[in-house]
């Protein structure tokens, strides 16, 4: 295709897999909270043991993005 990232293309990843940061050029990534992610879990499975009623839903954290060199401004 003749395509260069990020000259031509930009592409961005998702969870900040460690790996992506060595690629070339180095990927632009989504980064998740996974400690967050595993604390609200495991309160949440603390409340159903203790026998309270939990509240179906999706729960919100912050994300970060962690720009690396596979993203450019688009070309004008």
Request: hydrophobic share 40%.
């Amino acid at each position: 295709m003749g395509l260069r990232v990020p000259q031509d293309l930009s592409i961005v990843g998702f969870d900040d897999i460690k790996l992506v940061q060595y690629c070339d050029p180095p990927l632009t990534t989504v980064a998740q909270p996974r400690y967050q992610i595993g604390q609200q879990a495991m309160l949440l499975l603390l409340e159903q043991l203790h026998g309270q009623a939990v509240a179906s839903g999706s729960r919100l954290l912050d994300s970060e993005l962690i720009v690396r060199g596979s993203t450019a401004a688009p070309k004008r």
